[in-house]
């Protein structure tokens, strides 16, 4: 018999799959009508984020860089850069979980901006290096704020739509003994 905490973590992140190649299908779609000049938040890397805050367990690093992977594929975008970050970032919330899991949701959304910002700053400095065509830096920045005030949308939908909440203490304890 399977049990019931792993059927769970399995089913939650072939939902995180599922979302993670739903976002990417959106994103493709040429849907585009007259002039618009704002970008799309991130919302691969947001949902990443969101996921691996509250139940880090449900977004493992090898399904975090499989679908950045396939994204950076899709979307023509140097091979596997965004796809590391994401990575490094998630990584570095993920060892944050426990001491922020207490703090207040400005808190969060502060770390995860500071995280986005270094994403960028980082991606901007190694496509510098290697000398590889990026776009303006006023567009890289719009993205990043867009991405940041859409993080808060994100979390409630995660929350609220999917039910992707901090463990309780009696489940931390029943991952601990499995």
């Keep these: 018999m399977v049990d019931p905490l792993t059927l769970r973590r399995w089913s939650f992140r072939a939902l995180f799959a599922a979302l993670a190649l739903l976002v990417i299908f959106v994103r493709i779609l040429p849907y585009h009508v007259g002039e618009d000049n704002w970008p799309a938040p991130d919302l691969l890397v947001l949902l990443t984020f969101a996921w691996v805050l509250r139940r880090p367990d449900y ?51 502060l770390t995860v901006s500071l995280v986005l910002l270094a994403m960028h700053l980082g991606q901007t400095v190694i496509l510098g290096i ?44 029943g991952e601990m003994r499995a």
């Design 130 to 173: 290697l000398l590889v065509p990026q776009p303006p830096v006023g567009a890289t920045g719009l993205r990043l704020v867009i991405s940041v005030l859409a993080y808060p949308l994100v979390v409630a939908a995660t929350a609220f739509g999917l039910g992707i909440r901090p463990a309780s203490p009696a489940e931390r304890d």
């Design 59 to 109: 977004a493992p690093v090898w399904l975090i860089a499989l679908t950045g992977l396939f994204a950076d594929v899709v979307f023509v975008q140097p091979l596997g850069l965004w796809t590391l970050l994401t990575v490094l970032g998630a990584d570095f919330l993920r060892r944050r979980h426990q001491a922020t899991a207490g703090q207040p949701f400005p808190i969060e959304w």
